[in-house]
């Protein structure tokens, strides 16, 4: 059974007042049972502090991003095990934001997604087409470009413990959600992708959808076949809002 995995990313927000009113409101309105996992990426300054006041609630802590490296003179850089030591169990790799602003390529993506694994973090690979590229017909291309560079590094069976966002660039924070059947499509396109490669790795793997997720446009989202669950943006920053999407996640049958 893979269930459903509704995710935060928190982006650059947050403080250590908001912080504890969020996640106060996320613990305890969590939806019961154990077909949704829910999970809160904050910024790194906050990893410790936010795993502190998860305490042993179900809710899991997730980073924005990591290093591809163990340790050593990479200023500003945060190894996975620093991740792990301030209470992480997941690391998103490869957000659009980080592709496009700090430049990160798919291999640099790649190598993070290993460095993830390496020190037992679930790697978030997000991936995702511009509006041009969409509109020019090339989202499998672009989407089998940065997931080639991840199963050609990290071979198929790595994504036993991994996750996979498809994150439409046009649809992050412009509140132009894509409709569940263009998410349905790209998310197929992924999961037989790995069929290719792997049946079982295809059928277990989680695909999250991720691009202007809110409460009253998750359960179309979710109730496709192939995605199971959110990674949301600015929905994640008021509680209501989140739990919202995961009450939406929990109405749905698990499968
Ligand atoms: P929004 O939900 O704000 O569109 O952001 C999506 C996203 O980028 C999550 O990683």
């Not at 049972?33 to 802590?61: H, K």
């Not at 017909?137 to 590094?153: K, R, S």
């Amino acid at each position: 059974m893979r269930g459903y995995l509704v995710a935060g990313n928190w982006k650059m927000n947050g403080s250590n007042a908001a912080n504890r009113t969020l996640v106060q409101g996320i613990v305890a309105g969590a939806p019961a049972g154990e077909s949704v996992q829910l999970l809160v990426c904050p910024p790194f300054p906050y990893l410790a502090a936010v795993s502190e006041m998860l305490g042993d609630s179900a809710v899991a802590l997730g980073s924005q991003n990591i290093s591809a490296h163990d340790s050593g003179a990479f200023t500003g850089e945060t190894a996975g095990n620093m991740l792990r030591e301030s209470g992480c169990q997941y690391a998103i790799v490869g957000h659009s934001e980080r592709r496009a602003l700090m430049g990160e390529s798919s291999q640099n993506v790649a190598d993070k997604f290993q460095a993830a694994l390496k020190v037992g973090l679930k790697p978030i690979l997000c991936v995702g087409e511009t509006l041009e590229e969409r509109e020019s017909g090339q989202t499998d291309a672009v989407i089998d470009e940065q997931l080639n560079a991840v199963l050609d590094t990290a071979g198929v069976e790595s994504f036993v413990d991994a996750v996979i966002a498809y994150e439409p660039v046009w649809a992050i924070g412009t509140g132009m959600t894509a409709s569940p059947e263009q998410a349905q499509d790209v998310h197929r396109h992924i999961r037989a992708a790995l069929e290719a490669q792997s049946e079982s790795v295809a059928a277990n793997i989680k695909i999250l959808y991720g691009g202007s997720v809110k409460g009253d446009n998750a359960a179309g989202l979710f109730s496709k076949p192939d995605i199971d669950g959110g990674l949301i943006g600015g929905a994640s920053l008021k509680s209501d809002d989140f739990l919202a999407i995961a009450d939406a996640a929990a109405s749905l049958e698990s499968r």
